[in-house]
């Protein structure tokens, strides 16, 4: 089945099919796991039980354009970026594929092991620095992996722009402030 989303989140045309149950994963909070001798890493269980319904029992992951991180989210997020591109640019226009190239083309899924575990990609954690932990962090329909420290430092910079920026966004709702 196609969604139509509100034009305000993906600018009013379809964007493909949801997950298994209708809805793309969402993700909240930060967490910090250790990374085992072998490289695996444990998933969050709140961010394993976001992506229980998804097509791909997994998690995919890629490289950021902006930031040294990885990002991830569940399949759906990938597939409905993918339509838009195609959506946005047509199969052909180089700046479609140098997007699709820099995030698709990078993508990795990863499954869980028995115990909710993933080996992130070497290439990636080189990286994002992740070295004996891995912080996720959620925000919304996609997360980060962050080296804690990285992310600490992240994360006080990014409180610094929102404290002068959420006092400028429009209410909720469309109402007045």
Request: hydrophobic share 45%; net charge neutral.
């Amino acid at each position: 089945m196609t969604i139509w989303m509100p034009a305000r989140a993906f600018g009013g045309v379809p964007v493909g099919k949801f997950g298994g149950n209708g809805t793309m994963a969402f993700f909240l909070s930060t967490f910090t796991n250790k990374v085992d001798k072998k490289g695996r890493v444990s998933v969050p269980a709140a961010f394993r039980a976001a992506v229980s319904q998804s097509q791909f029992p997994g998690i995919v992951v890629y490289r950021p354009l902006n930031l040294p991180c990885i990002e991830g989210a569940d399949m759906t997020f990938l597939e409905q970026l993918s339509d838009r591109l195609y959506g946005d640019f047509g199969p052909f226009d180089p700046d479609q594929m140098s997007v699709a190239t820099a995030i698709l083309a990078g993508a990795s899924q990863l499954s869980f092991d028995p115990e909710g575990r993933v080996m992130l990609p070497n290439d990636l954690k080189a990286f994002a620095g992740i070295d004996a932990a891995a912080t996720f962090v959620g925000i919304g329909r996609k997360f980060q992996i962050w080296n804690p420290e990285a992310f600490e430092a992240h994360r006080a910079q990014q409180m610094a722009v929102a404290a002068d920026t959420a006092p400028k966004l429009p209410p909720f709702g469309g109402g007045r402030p």
